[in-house]
T-cell receptor
Framework: ETGVTQTPRHLVMGMTNKKSLKCEQHLGHNAMYWYKQSAKKPLELMFVYNFKEQTENNSVPSRFSPECPNSSHLFLHLHTLQPEDSALYLC?????????????FGDGTRLSIL | EDQVTQSPEALRLQEGESSSLNCSYTVSGLRGLFWYRQDPGKGPEFLFTLYSAGEEKEKERLKATLTKKESFLHITAPKPEDSATYLCAVQANSGGYQKVTFGIGTKLQVIP
């Protein structure tokens, strides 16, 4: 149990569908992150939120839309995705973006785009 | 641009055969270096943080060390349950945000 829970664990969707990924952390952290992990590539940072405010958008296409209603919950809304968006999407949290503390990860959502 | 290079990409060891994984980095203003373990179908699990050259951290059969240019993860007498992908990440100053850059990992397989 990492303290970061992601749902669903697996998602298969068509290119025209709309779906959402959910992340919840029980660690009392203030910062939350979305990463994309593809085979043979390093983790790719997508978005950073600190105290519910977005502080980083790493040039992510608009078909990915994050939402952070509070410091414990993070969503990633998906629409009109492309086959190359198939990957493992990881959520992480840390105490604060300014602290030299490690990020703690959930087990990810394995996304497959048909 | 910050860079993290891990080697080897894959490593196969016999049970009990000690070895080391390497993480070389190029970064401006290192704030910390992290090691993670990732099992198939799981997210990365935090192992260690190293903050300055000369620092060492240990956990069971794992020992992490740090120099000004690289970090090593030494695995002593590994067991099959140590099989996983080991990720290295560096945290550096990037404006007001402590940016974290990950390597692609070393996939370790320990054979009984």
């Amino acid at each position: 149990e990492t303290g970061v829970t992601q749902t669903p664990r697996h998602l298969v969707m068509g290119m025209t569908n709309k779906k959402s990924l959910k992340c919840e952390q029980h660690l009392g952290h203030n910062a939350m992150y979305w990463y994309k992990q593809s085979a043979k590539k390093p983790l790719e940072l997508m978005f950073v939120y600190n105290f519910k405010e977005q502080t980083e958008n790493n040039s992510v296409p608009s078909r990915f839309s994050p939402e952070c209603p509070n410091s414990s919950h993070l969503f990633l809304h998906l629409h009109t995705l492309q086959p190359e968006d198939s990957a493992l999407y990881l959520c992480a949290s840390s105490q604060d973006i300014g602290e030299d503390q490690p990020q703690h990860f959930g087990d990810g959502t394995r996304l497959s785009i048909l | 641009e910050d860079q993290v290079t891990q080697s080897p990409e894959a490593l196969r060891l016999q049970e009990g055969e000690s070895s080391s994984l390497n993480c070389s980095y190029t970064v401006s203003g290192l704030r910390g270096l992290f090691w993670y373990r990732q099992d198939p179908g799981k997210g990365p699990e935090f192992l260690f943080t190293l903050y300055s050259a000369g620092e060492e951290k240990e956990k069971e059969r794992l020992k992490a060390t740090l120099t000004k240019k690289e970090s090593f993860l030494h695995i002593t007498a590994p067991k099959p349950e140590d099989s996983a992908t080991y990720l290295c990440a560096v945290q550096a100053n990037s404006g007001g945000y402590q940016k974290v850059t990950f390597g692609i990992g070393t996939k370790l397989q320990v054979i009984p």
